[in-house]
C-alpha cells in the first residue's frame, strides 16, 4: 500500500489550497479513506473522511463549511480542499486508509498557514 499526498505550502490566511492523495497497491475504490494532520508539537487529529460506498462525508468540527474531502476512484486519488484557512490549520496533513485490520499513512504534506 502506498500513499502519496502533494499540494501543501505556505499560503495567506484566508488562502486556499488542494491536497491530493494518490492510491496503490489497494481497491480505494471499496476503501474508506480519511485525512488526518498533525501540527507542530501536538499529536495526530483526525480531520474528514470519506465513505466507499455512499461517499458521504465527514468532519472535524473545526473544519466544517471550509474544507471538502472528495475522491476519483477512476484516478486512484483522495482530495482535500482547503478553504478560508487559518493559522490555526498549520500542520503535516496524511491520508489514511485502514485496510486489511492494518493502518497506513502516507508521507504526509506540509500546509503553512502564516501572513
Known amino acids: 500500500v502506498q500513499l502519496q499526498a502533494s499540494g501543501g505550502g505556505l499560503v495567506q490566511p484566508g488562502g486556499s489550497l488542494r491536497l491530493s492523495c494518490a492510491a496503490s497497491g489497494f481497491a480505494f475504490r471499496n476503501d474508506d479513506m480519511n485525512w488526518c494532520r498533525q501540527a507542530p508539537g501536538k499529536g495526530p487529529e483526525w480531520v474528514a473522511s470519506?465513505?466507499?460506498?455512499?461517499?458521504?462525508?465527514y468532519y472535524l468540527d473545526s473544519v466544517k463549511g471550509r474544507f471538502t474531502i472528495s475522491r476519483d476512484n477512476s484516478r486512484r486519488t483522495l482530495y482535500l480542499q482547503m478553504n478560508s484557512l487559518k493559522p490555526e490549520d498549520t500542520a503535516v496533513y496524511y491520508c489514511h486508509v485502514f485496510w486489511k485490520i492494518r493502518d497506513y499513512w502516507g508521507q504526509g504534506t506540509k500546509v503553512t498557514v502564516s501572513s
Open positions: 470519506i465513505d466507499s460506498a455512499t461517499y458521504r462525508t
